[in-house]
């Protein structure tokens, strides 16, 4: 693993400049899989912001970047397997290097530990929020809502699934979809308050 990986900032440019070269030679399934890498590595970066709809808690990218690591390894392992039959959510090109599903396992590994245990604290805090909103931006509170609800489905997972790659990363997967969520609702909060300061400048004199 390279050192910048403990960057999701500088990880997601790179793996942006790399699915740019493969698509560039002709590399479809390259570019696409780099993709998914940066993907995971921007939810990242968004996941460690501070907003008005879930303040998340700190990246734990260096104590567990070991245990990231041995597990990467397992599952690269596990792949070598010639018995191993992928799921069709991890149905990757056998072609594919190694290098780029061990960068997109890590992210997404990332985002799995760097929640509470069992989403408590994510779920209500999201919560906490429907209820501020739902009356003042409703659509808001919608995006809210569709947070709490994968959050829950990956509570769900968590408290199901087994000591697997593949379960950790389904696990991944649905919070990735809940964060994405709450940064919808989150933007829609900046523009609510942008198009009310607006509103003040131009109006806010009381002329017409």
Not at 46 to 54: D, G
Not at 119 to 145: C, G, N, W
């Amino acid at each position: 693993m390279d050192d910048f990986i403990k960057e999701p900032k500088k990880a997601t440019l790179y793996y942006r400049d790399e699915s740019l070269r493969a698509m560039a030679v002709g590399q479809k399934a390259e570019a696409r899989y780099w993709r998914l890498a940066a993907d995971a590595a921007r939810q990242v970066v968004r996941q460690s912001r501070k907003n008005s709809i879930l303040v998340p808690a700190g990246m734990p990218f260096v104590d567990n970047f070991t245990r990231f690591a041995l597990s990467i390894q397992k599952a690269n392992d596990a792949l070598e397997e010639p018995s191993h039959k992928p799921p069709h959510y991890w149905s990757f090109e056998k072609n594919i290097p190694q290098e780029i599903l061990s960068h997109y396992r890590y992210w997404m590994l990332c985002l799995v530990a760097s929640c509470s245990h069992y989403f408590e604290r994510e779920i209500m805090q999201l919560q906490d929020a429907v209820k501020k909103y739902q009356t003042i931006l409703p659509r808001t509170s919608h995006h809210v809502e569709q947070a709490v609800r994968f959050f829950k489905t990956a509570q769900q997972h968590q408290q199901k699934r087994s000591e697997s790659i593949q379960g950790e990363l389904i696990v991944g997967r649905w919070i990735s979809a809940a964060y994405e969520a709450a940064h919808v609702a989150n933007i829609t909060v900046q523009h609510a308050a942008i198009a009310e300061e607006k509103n003040f400048l131009f109006w806010g004199s009381g002329k017409r």
